[in-house]
């Protein structure tokens, strides 16, 4: 089957780093994406990962292994701005650009 | 370069209605996706669309159903609304059909059913 498996909400303090993992089964691989969700706004795309390592962009990187089913989005220098949810996905193979997304990671982050 | 526009933001209908809801996708994309969200929870696929044909199908009932038209906008339509089927409504355009090429969402539809 096909699944996803990311925590439901993680706690932060501004200025720090913080990790959101994310876990995956998949019938084929066909890459992980990473949204980040502001409360009542639509889904943003933040990373697309097909090969494994880590993608650096700005304050944000996703890193990916696909030996282990497993990606982690890494936030730096956190901002007040950071809250939202993060939705790890994947596309499935062969499925008609069908995406299944994780439930999400609320992330809050306080002062 | 205008951005994914869905209507209407918000929507409330009696079980047993029929409700569509509108996307116009962003310049230059003639892919369409549409997915529900229910609070708390990530997105769930319902269908995709390219070039006006039916790309790919989620596990969803018949009476979901879609149009794509040839400016690459579309319609979502619910039939005999239950009350399960109150939701965020996404819909999302992307450059290419299938799933590896990245989304860009409306702000979506609420949907309440009573």
């Known amino acids: 089957g096909q699944n996803i498996d990311q925590p439901t909400e993680m706690t932060a303090t501004e200025g720090a780093i913080v990790q959101i993992n994310c876990t995956y089964q998949t019938s084929g691989f066909n890459g992980l994406f990473w949204y980040q969700q502001h409360a009542g706004e639509a889904p943003t795309f933040l990373s697309y990962n097909v090969l494994d390592g880590l993608e650096e962009k700005g304050r944000f990187s996703s890193f990916l292994s696909r030996s282990k089913g497993y990606s982690y989005l890494l936030l730096k220098e956190l901002q007040m701005k950071d809250s939202a949810s993060y939705l790890c996905a994947v596309p499935t193979y062969n499925q008609g650009g069908k995406l299944i997304f994780g439930q999400g990671t609320e992330l809050s982050v306080k002062p | ?32 996706s549409w997915y529900q969200q229910a609070l708390g929870q990530g997105p769930q696929f319902i ?29 979502l339509n619910v039939n005999a609304l239950e009350l399960d089927d109150s939701a965020l409504y996404l819909c999302a355009s992307s450059l290419r059909r299938g799933g590896n090429s990245p989304l860009h969402f409306g702000n979506g539809t609420r949907l309440t059913v009573t």
């Open chain 2, 47 to 75: 269908f995709q669309y390219y070039r006006e044909e039916e790309n790919g199908r989620g596990n969803f009932p018949p009476r979901f159903s879609g149009l794509q038209f040839p400016n690459y906008s579309s319609e």
């Open chain 2, 1 to 32: 370069e205008t951005g994914v526009t869905q209507s209407p933001t918000h929507l409330i209908k009696t079980r047993g209605q029929q409700v569509t809801l509108r996307c116009s996708s962003q310049s230059g994309h003639n892919t369409v």
